[in-house]
């Protein structure tokens, strides 16, 4: 009899015993990195929200802006099809909050347009630049406006990663929003599966 | 700009108590410390309390201004802020020679003595003996840039707060521990200090690594730190050129730097095989 199972085994109840099961995601694991979900912003039904309104549901929250020609339609595009690709009875177990960080040209009217498109757990939220900076500071990222060209345009840089909350508000996983469907759709599974 | 825009920029973008109290500390002992000297007849010359200001403002200006936030959200600006970190502040402090002067400032006192005490003890003597010996300074110097840089390392420091301040003081710390064995003005004939040829080889290898580390990210054709595409930059620019600048950062004036400092060693060495000529021209008008 060797050794090497005892001491595995024994690794593993340690494990899990301190932090739950390991969890391999293909996203990044930002458990205990980042902190739990919290803001007070205004839904795209211009109604002042915060993160209790979604307690006890997943959320994937995502910074973003409805003017972008890319990487948020691309993302927003990546995670209905992940979504899709759960089994029927979780799909409505989840909710995606696109955090519009362009609140100048981004009303609530908008918002919901924008969201509805991608599908009924989408929803638009946006609010005041200060508490959209407190928001993207409390998680580690920014945004920044380009000068508006001739016609009034103007880019924004935002973070193009999904972040992923459990049921209990804590934060869990950074997904790319270019990662293969069936990738993403396994790390939502694994999210939604955390109690 | 107004006042109040002027003013904000000053103000730290996560405040740490860390940064207050070292950089705080830090000025009023060398700041009472000049005073002190000059009573006792022994003044700091004024290039060297110059050297000295410029150092500790300009790291203290990277680490808790406004300037931190660029550096979190750009990585060109995070390598010029570990430029100013691990080079060029270490390096105007290292010059400025500022050791009595700090000690000087520090009030007669119990504090002191047990400062005194802590500082010579055996643990931190040897300590510090291991940290300047000459292949574990150099390894730790290029090591912790390579370290830092590392992407999935560079992901997690970007994205964890200890983690950010680990990374930003380990370089500047070392970046004056490495910079003092560089310019340590006391003879290496008369203090045992490192001999001057041996701090030039000591140049020479920390500084080729990291020039071959920052042309190696300047010519990169792919993002190599898509932390700041998942974070989001601090204005629009496009990914590549902030590598490409990141990368000559890295590349180009810690290149310069080396120089200069190889240069000063030069002439010091060149300068301590002249003391006795010197000294007796001096004698001979």
Redesign the interface.
Known sequence: MTLKPLLTGLTALALTACSGPDIEWDGTDITGVMPDLEFELTSETTESVTAADWSGTPTLVFFGYTHCPDVCPGTMQALSQAIEGLPEADREDLAVLFVSVDPERDTPEQLDAYTAFYGPQFVGLTGTEPQLRDLAKRYRTTFGYDEPDESGFYAVSHSSAIYGFDRNGEARVLLRGNLPTDRLTADVRQLLAIR | MDWAQAASALLP?RFSWLAVLFFGLAALAYGRGIRVLSEQGEPVSRWRQLAFWVGLALAYGVMHTRFD?YA??MFFIHRGQHLVLHHLAPLLIALANPWRALAAGVPESRFKAFLGSVLGSAPVRWGYRVLQFPPVAAFLFVGLIFFWLQPEVH??A????PRYLLMNWSMWLDGLLFWWLILDPRSPLKAGTLGFGKRILLIWAVTVPQLALGARIAVSKTPLF?VY?????????DPMNDQLLGGILTWIPPGMMAVIAMLIVLRRLLHQGETRPLATQGDTP
């Open positions: 973008y936030y979190q959200f992901f997690y970007m994205l964890s707060e898509d595409e998942v974070c989001g930059r601090a204005w629009p620019i």
